[in-house]
């Protein structure tokens, strides 16, 4: 079975995410599909706009524990959750920099790496009864990536208490956060996305092209370089004892236990500090000069 489904139903393309039984959760195969549905849909010139939805109940559960607890078993696991951290941040960078407006159909739960995929979306229309959360330090992880675009999104405020309360929040909650922009019953929330499609197919392709780029790239200048050391945080994160137990916890149903060992150093011992580059001394401005 395919990670993911395409469809086109013109001005429109959908990508489905297919993992049902999963809840859609990201694993390394479905991260390299959807990248591929994009430039497959990117190339299609009767689409506009394309539509990202989940199957089944829940538009995406977030990264596959199963799979990352695999990985934590490996020799290798650092050099592969380095890899699997490129990979996702590589993918959002893809979404942002999309020629063409993107909008996520949030049929149902949307949390952890699937919250991201919907923050990196430009338009959001969930069902009623969807969810939206970053619940990782309950698994001992961090969201290093996703962290950049709430903040973007949704500002200082909004991001801090998401992210370091863990909660859930309803879909009402969600449009007051400005992270969800319409609400419909579940039933009509393909269609609501599709509706949308044919109001953007009556702007020029090349208007929308370059309103995306002011918006994510101009405005949002720094994303690419926060979403790179969210990458970097992301992957520490999951080699510490935290991260082992959180899993470890989830694998045998269980809660964690996180007093069983000592915690690690602080964050601003285990990551290098990126400090800004001072002009050598042949820039610098004469100006300033005695």
């Known amino acids: 079975m395919n990670a993911v489904k395409i469809s086109t139903h013109p001005p429109s393309g959908t990508i489905i995410l297919n993992r049902p039984d999963k809840r859609n959760a990201l694993n390394r195969a479905l991260l390299v599909e959807l990248r591929e549905a994009l430039h497959q849909l990117m190339m299609e010139p009767s689409v506009r706009a394309v539509i990202l939805t989940g199957a089944g109940t829940a538009f995406c559960a977030g990264m ?11 020799e290798d696991a650092l050099a592969r959750w380095h890899e699997d951290a490129v990979l996702y941040r590589d993918l959002l960078l893809a979404m942002l920099e999309f020629p063409k407006p993107i909008i996520a159909a949030v049929n149902g739960a949307a949390v952890a790496g699937g919250a991201g995929l919907v923050l990196a979306s430009d338009l959001v229309v969930a ?8 619940p990782e330090p309950r698994r001992g992880i961090v969201a290093g990536m996703v962290a950049p675009l709430l903040h973007f999104r949704a500002g200082g405020g909004h991001a801090s208490y998401l992210l370091l309360s863990a909660r859930i929040v309803s879909a009402q909650e969600a449009v007051r956060m400005g992270i969800f922009h319409d609400l ?86 285990r990551f290098p500090v990126i400090r800004k580059e001072e002009p050598p001394p042949e820039q610098q401005d004469p100006s300033l000069e005695n």
């Open 64 to 74: 596959d524990l199963n799979e990352m607890y695999q990985t934590s078993q490996q």
């Open 184 to 269: 419909v019953r579940s039933d009509l929330v393909w269609a609501r996305a599709h509706q949308w499609a044919g109001e953007l197919s009556q702007s020029a392709p090349e208007a929308l092209r370059m309103t995306k780029e002011m918006l994510n790239q101009t405005i949002g200048e720094h994303l690419e370089t926060l979403l790179t050391a969210g990458a970097a945080i992301s992957a520490a994160a999951r080699t510490t004892h935290a991260a082992r137990e959180g899993l470890r916890a989830f694998i045998e149903k269980r809660p964690p236990n996180w007093d069983a060992e000592p915690p690690e150093a602080p964050p601003a011992q």
């Open 127 to 134: 069902a009623e009864d969807a969810q939206f959360g970053l």
